[in-house]
């Protein structure tokens, strides 16, 4: 069985590092992506199982990615985490609204983080948020 593919969508170099080795220790294989036009350019490329995606992103910000997934009929299916560290009293319920499965605070969690990814994973999709 293959590993299953994760798309990460932030803009902080040193935080997409951190993504990728917890990530790649948990057996899932990455794609990274800086910015918004690069998110969706390899979400069609790669048809990731899951993305996460930060809110604050240049080329086009976490609710227009997550727009532009929801327009798309083979992206909308694809669960979102959005981990972000933005105020979460507006943007959480904003960003379920718009698509996403789950929202966590930054800084996260690593634990929370992949029961997340495992729960979305498994299809496990009511919408969760975590303010830690």
């Given at each position: 069985?293959?590993?299953?593919?994760?798309?990460?969508?932030?803009?902080?170099?040193?935080?997409?590092?951190?993504?990728?080795?917890?990530?790649?220790?948990?057996k899932?294989?990455?794609?990274?992506?800086?910015?918004?036009?690069?998110?969706i350019?390899?979400?069609?490329?790669?048809?990731?199982?899951?993305i996460?995606?930060?809110?604050?992103l240049?080329?086009?910000?976490?609710?227009?990615?997550?727009?532009?997934?929801?327009?798309?009929?083979?992206?909308?299916?694809?669960?979102?985490?959005?981990?972000?560290?933005?105020?979460?009293?507006?943007?959480?319920?904003?960003?379920?609204?718009?698509?996403?499965?789950?929202?966590?605070?930054?800084p996260?969690?690593?634990?929370?983080?992949?029961?997340?990814?495992?729960?979305?994973?498994?299809?496990?999709s009511?919408?969760?948020?975590?303010?830690s």
């Amino acid at each position: 069985m293959s590993n299953k593919k994760i798309l990460v969508v932030e803009d902080d170099a040193d935080v997409r590092l951190g993504y990728h080795v917890l990530l790649k220790a948990n057996k899932y294989d990455t794609f990274l992506a800086a910015d918004g036009v690069f998110a969706i350019s390899e979400a069609r490329k790669h048809q990731p199982d899951l993305i996460i995606l930060d809110l604050g992103l240049p080329a086009g910000g976490g609710f227009s990615v997550l727009e532009r997934l929801q327009s798309n009929t083979y992206l909308a299916v694809i669960p979102v985490i959005v981990v972000s560290g933005q105020d979460p009293r507006t943007n959480r319920q904003l960003a379920l609204k718009a698509g996403a499965k789950a929202y966590l605070q930054k800084p996260w969690d690593d634990y929370d983080l992949l029961a997340t990814i495992r729960e979305e994973l498994a299809g496990h999709s009511a919408p969760r948020y975590n303010p830690s």
